[in-house]
């Protein structure tokens, strides 16, 4: 089968190669894919940025890839053999498993995939994966109560935007940190307002003139750090996906990221099939253009994600 394949750290070395079909081992669906995302953190294993934080004794050679769609073309010993022909979302939790899913046949524990309908284009239900997992699991970390307000830093992003749609849909009032030129895109997600921001001080003001001494909560999708802690209210709440700041003023500042949960996967998976979570995919290469996808998605601006596609899956 095809996969691709991280040798040496970089993207002009990524290499589309042949090697041995896996097999499903106990409990396992092997998944002929159709479509897998290039999320940021793919990108952060093929230019070995994550190096330090793999399973102590990893190195190259690796597969990334946390997410794919396809369908079930073989069962492992106690899954029941009628999911064959089934169409799935499935999560691979890379850092662990470096089991990744930019490949051909993909085999994966039955607890991370959900089924989804022929309909949807794979390219967009693919998105969901780990983008969606992280979004969902920032929102249930704040655990924000009605009426609470919310701010989302790199709202237009990857895991920004689920995260704005998500929290718009429980109820919630939300404010999107964007770049100039993404406003529109984030208020047609649902956000009450969209803010440029360029640094600390005037992210405060900005949102301190929307939501009167500060939002309640604050999900940082865009690494802002200590910049985003103005725009958060005296002993409220920040959660982010990358690096923490120190906390200030009783503020709660603490680390989220996604997890697998079938029960939100099943979620998310229904919302994109049906509509309710947008899944812009600004370009599909196939799985021979890897190289070539992975050194646009270093210059890639705006909204929508890069996904490889394998032909006649």
């Known amino acids: 089968m095809k996969t691709v394949l991280v040798r040496e750290f970089g993207p002009e070395h990524l290499e589309v190669t042949e090697v041995t079909d896996p097999r499903p081992g106990r409990g396992e669906v092997l998944i002929a894919t159709e479509a897998a995302t290039i999320n940021p953190a793919d990108f952060a294993a093929v230019t070995g940025a994550v190096a330090g934080r793999l399973p102590w004794g990893s190195a190259p050679p690796y597969t990334p890839g946390w997410d794919l769609v396809g369908r079930v073309v073989a069962t492992g010993d106690s899954v029941d053999p009628s999911v064959i022909g089934s169409r799935v979302l499935g999560f691979s939790l890379w850092f662990e498993s470096l089991r990744g899913t930019q490949a051909a ?52 992003g990857s895991v920004g935007g689920f995260a704005v749609e998500l929290a718009t849909a429980r109820g919630f009032t939300v404010v999107g940190v964007v770049r100039e030129g993404q ?60 690096a923490l700041p120190a906390a200030e003023r009783g503020i709660d500042v603490f680390r989220s990221g996604g997890r697998m949960d079938a029960d939100a996967l099943r979620t998310l998976a229904d919302m994109a099939s049906t509509g309710r979570l947008h899944t812009p995919v600004a370009h599909a290469y196939s799985i021979e253009d890897a190289g070539a996808a992975y050194e646009d998605f270093a210059r890639q601006a705006g909204p929508g994600r890069l996904v490889l596609t394998f032909p006649g899956a």
């Open 183 to 242: 406003e529109q895109y984030v208020l047609d997600l649902g956000a009450h307002a969209a803010v440029v921001s360029t640094g600390q001080a005037d992210l405060g003001a900005a949102i301190r003139e929307i939501f009167r001494g500060g939002a309640d909560a604050l999900l940082d999708t865009a690494s802002m750090a200590a910049a985003a802690l103005p725009a958060v209210r005296d002993g409220g709440k920040y959660v982010t996906v990358t």
């Open 105 to 156: 046949l993909v085999a994966l524990p039955i607890g991370n995939v959900v089924p989804v309908p022929d309909g949807p284009p794979p390219a967009q239900l693919t998105t969901v994966g780990l983008n969606g997992l992280t979004a969902w699991r920032g929102l249930a970390d704040l655990k924000l109560a009605d009426g609470e307000t919310l701010v989302v830093t790199g709202a237009a």
